[in-house]
T-cell receptor, first 117, second 112 residues
Framework: EAGVTQSPTHLIKTRGQQATLRCSPISGHTSVYWYQQALGLGLQFLLWYDEGEERNRGNFPPRFSGRQFPNYSSELNVNALELEDSALYLC????????????????FGEGSRLTVL | KQEVTQIPAALSVPEGENLVLNCSFTDSAIYNLQWFRQDPGKGLTSLLLIQSSQREQTSGRLNASLDKSSGRSTLYIAASQPGDSATYLCAVRRVNDYKLSFGAGTTVTVRA
């Protein structure tokens, strides 16, 4: 069974540009989470989507946005890139509110490394 | 706000020694607690999930305990191997809040 897949693996942008990162959850999972892991810092929660809706949002500016598609895949957009946006962006998925077996366990992808020059 | 702390930040042990990794959290109203492993530059691998009603979980050489009332969890790794070298992260999910709060991790080095 395929795990959480993320693309691209690496992305290089310049300041002011926009970046789009993609995530495909494990089959059957309806919740998708996005986390940022900057060098030397811990995992910071960005966004949580479930059944196509944004359920929760971390303390990030509005230029970080995303969406979840009907097939439960998700996209993270970062506008007006700044140097400090350079980080590993991790996507995770889990069963949503309706899942009973293994409710709450998160499974992560390998991440997308964004470098802003 | 849930604060998650992991001590020590780094640990170096000789091969064969048992590892003890600690995680503490400030809000005891948790839904579950999850331990992860992260290799450098990689994603997170789920190791163990403990629901709030459970006291411990075991998988192979790994055993994790949970003491919700004192806000603590401990991950034990028996008979450590060089392949166990990685950063171990603890994450806690509060009741009715599906956002996981992560600790900063413990970086483990197992010397051959």
């Amino acid at each position: 069974e395929a795990g959480v897949t993320q693309s691209p693996t690496h992305l290089i942008k310049t300041r002011g540009q926009q970046a789009t990162l993609r995530c495909s959850p494990i089959s059957g999972h309806t919740s998708v989470y996005w986390y940022q892991q900057a060098l030397g810092l811990g995992l910071q929660f960005l966004l949580w989507y479930d059944e196509g809706e944004e359920r929760n949002r971390g303390n990030f500016p509005p230029r970080f946005s995303g969406r979840q598609f009907p097939n439960y895949s998700s996209e993270l957009n970062v506008n007006a890139l700044e140097l400090e946006d350079s980080a590993l962006y991790l996507c995770a998925s889990s069963l949503g509110f309706q899942g009973l077996a293994g409710v709450g366990e998160l499974f992560f992808g390998e991440g997308s490394r964004l470098t802003v020059l | 706000k849930q604060e998650v702390t992991q001590i020590p930040a780094a640990l170096s042990v000789p091969e064969g020694e048992n590892l003890v990794l600690n995680c503490s959290f400030t809000d005891s109203a948790i839904y579950n607690l999850q331990w992860f492993r992260q290799d450098p530059g990689k994603g997170l691998t789920s190791l163990l999930l403990i629901q709030s009603s459970q006291r411990e979980q075991t998988s192979g050489r790994l055993n994790a305990s949970l003491d919700k009332s004192s806000g603590r969890s401990t991950l034990y790794i028996a008979a450590s191997q060089p392949g166990d070298s990685a950063t171990y992260l603890c994450a806690v999910r509060r009741v009715n809040d599906y956002k996981l709060s992560f600790g900063a991790g413990t970086t483990v080095t197992v010397r051959a």
